[in-house]
């Protein structure tokens, strides 16, 4: 792909454009919509690896771009959590919030009634790193500021991360004293090694 910058070429190495042309039929698809720009749309979630494929279900005939992986993702994370029964209610799917000039998309939200908070959740097929710790907490500050109403208390953000059969789970506080996420919110949150227990045990069925 001579057209590229070195930075998109190293996007389209990390999203794992090789493998995904090697997995596809339809490979002039995929290769359609990786020069129209398609995939640029989301660019925060490259596929790490081909196990993505069948841990969503997914026919290897298929041409899919990065975007479409990531609803199926959200698809599993959003029914998971709604099943786990502490308290979780739906509330939006790539939320978009304007900080600043810049506009972000929160992956999914939720609005928790025994708490009576938002919690934002974020998901990374890739290794953890600081930078999307970071990013969460600017969201969960957002909300904090713009969207808490009388009676709610300070919203909490989910990371997650996973990569071959390893997750890692990490929540974002935004400045919220560490004493009150874990006297309160603790108590009624799914812990990080439930959630963590969950994507791995999904990532070895794969693998078996």
């Known amino acids: 792909r001579g057209n590229w910058s070195v930075r998109e070429l190293k996007r389209q190495i990390g999203s794992l454009y090789y493998e ?3 997995l596809s039929e339809n490979k002039e698809k995929l290769a359609e919509l990786v020069q129209s720009g398609t995939e640029k749309s989301k660019p925060k979630l490259p596929v790490r690896d081909p196990y993505v494929f069948e841990f969503l279900g997914i026919k290897s ?3 899919m771009g990065e975007s ?6 959200l698809n599993k994370l959003q029914g ?11 509330e939006a799917r790539q939320k978009r919030i304007l900080i600043g000039d810049t506009h972000g998309f929160v992956d999914l939200v939720f609005y928790h009634r025994i708490l009576k908070c938002h919690v934002l959740v974020e998901l990374k097929v890739e290794s953890f790193n600081h930078e999307n710790l970071g990013q969460l907490n600017t969201y969960v500050s957002w909300y904090r500021k713009n969207m808490m109403a009388d009676g709610d208390k300070p919203p909490v953000g989910i990371l997650l991360c996973t990569q071959k059969d390893h997750a890692l789970v990490e929540y974002a506080l935004a ?3 560490n004493h009150l996420f874990v006297s309160k919110y603790q108590l009624e949150l799914p812990r990080k090694e439930e959630i963590q227990k969950f994507l791995e045990e999904k990532m070895r069925e794969v693998g078996e």
């Open 20 to 22: 995904r042309s090697g």
């Open 61 to 63: 005939c298929e041409a």
């Open 68 to 73: 479409d992986l990531e609803d199926q993702l």
């Open 80 to 90: 998971f959590l709604l099943e786990l029964g502490h308290g979780f209610c739906f």
């Open 175 to 177: 400045g919220m004293d």
